[in-house]
């Protein structure tokens, strides 16, 4: 019997793209290109020679999206459409070797989805293969170091610039999992890919009067890549965290948490845009205190963007969260600015929690 332990692990190189299934790509792309200021540079559909869906790829800095909708009702995409709702089906890991990541993986205890295949096209090859995780949700491990093409074999160019808010990387992506859950998928990350666990909160830390959640950190020591996993926690009302496992039917993408060099025009711009993000009380700024001591940017302009300010012992970050980007109250971006702090907002969570549940509780499901 093979040993785990003389398996090594998967070896990435980097977050390659997120897919989303989606109800409406093209309306997706147009919001994301509008509001959120990515550029469309692919696309694949029946144009193509793709018969059952069409895709838009979207880029900003080294943030790229894939929106994926069904054109019929049958199959994966249509159901898990109807199951989930719009959401993230795939995050996508470039690898030198996507056969070698997929063996790894899979023989560290990772479930087969899709078996290594190759996709060729004039540009050259990409070679593929997918695994599960939590739900629904596939890691697709990508090779394209022999692939010049726009981004995969069967699409096509597109050109329509969105202009850019400045954007430029993924720095995390956090997924929801059932109560009594998250121990078992921060074990996945840890055994299938050596992820650490690089932080943690309880119910202690992460609690207002009525909802909690715990939260573990899983990230790559090689490449930073970082998966936060919550898991809902009995609170004296209803978890956001169990809200969103209701509405997507099970475990998921929570947010994509995306970075910025500067936060202030990052989110004006947004606003501009359209984009809704959540708000914090005044008396949370008011209480700032020392966490707001010696930052860069003006403390008035943050208060007005409703920007959110945390440190450690490194330095600080800002972040804002965005407002559910569909109908059912599940996926959310992130936007983050760093200046040294690793954290993750551990002093936002509570003014960042009563925020959302003000949103739960117009919902009706606080
Ligand atoms: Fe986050």
Redesign the pocket.
């Known amino acids: 019997m093979v040993q785990v332990a003389e398996i090594g692990v998967p070896v990435l190189e980097g977050t390659d793209h997120v897919e989303l299934w989606v109800g409406n790509a093209r309306q997706a792309a147009y919001h994301y290109r509008t509001a959120f200021g990515f550029d469309v540079i692919a696309y694949a559909g029946p144009e193509t020679g793709v018969r059952d869906r069409a895709s838009y790829v979207l880029q900003q800095g080294k943030v790229r999206l894939v929106l994926t909708a069904p054109l019929q009702p049958e199959g994966d995409i249509a159901d898990h459409l109807r199951l989930h709702g719009d959401g993230v089906r795939t995050i996508a890991l470039r690898v030198e070797d996507a056969t070698a990541a997929y063996e790894a993986a899979t023989a560290r205890g990772a479930r087969s989805v899709a078996e290594p295949s190759r996709a060729e096209d004039e540009h050259g090859v990409v070679t593929w293969a997918s695994i599960a995780t939590f739900g629904d949700t596939i890691h697709t491990f990508v090779e394209r170091n022999e692939y010049s093409g726009v981004f995969w074999p069967g699409y096509r160019a597109d050109n329509r610039s969105g202009g850019g808010v400045g954007l430029r990387f993924i ?2 992506t ?1 997924g929801n999992v059932d109560t009594g859950k998250m121990d078992d998928w921060i074990s996945f990350y840890s055994e299938v890919f050596g992820f650490s666990v690089f932080q943690e909160f309880d119910e202690k830390d992460i609690a207002t009067q009525y909802s909690a959640l715990r939260s573990k950190v899983a990230r790559d020591p090689r490449t930073q890549i970082t998966m ?1 996993i919550n898991e809902p926690h009995v609170g004296l009302k209803k978890s956001q965290i169990q809200e969103y496992l209701d509405y997507y039917r099970g475990s998921g993408i929570q ?1 994509i ?1 995306v970075h910025t060099d500067d936060i202030v025009s990052t989110v004006q711009e947004m606003r501009d845009r359209g984009v809704e993000f959540l708000t914090a009380p005044g008396t949370y700024y008011d209480a700032l205190g020392d966490r707001a001591a010696g930052i860069d940017e003006d403390l008035d302009r943050l208060r007005s963007l409703n920007i959110l300010i945390d440190r450690d012992d490194d330095g600080y970050l800002l ?1 804002i ?1 965005t407002r559910p980007v569909g109908d059912r109250p599940t996926l959310f971006f ?1 936007v ?1 600015q760093r200046k040294g702090c690793k954290g ?2 551990k002093g936002n969570f509570k003014a960042l929690f009563e925020s959302i549940e003000r949103e739960q509780a117009a919902r009706g499901n606080l």
């Open positions: 720095d995390h956090v936060p947010h948490a972040q969260f992130e983050i993750f907002g």
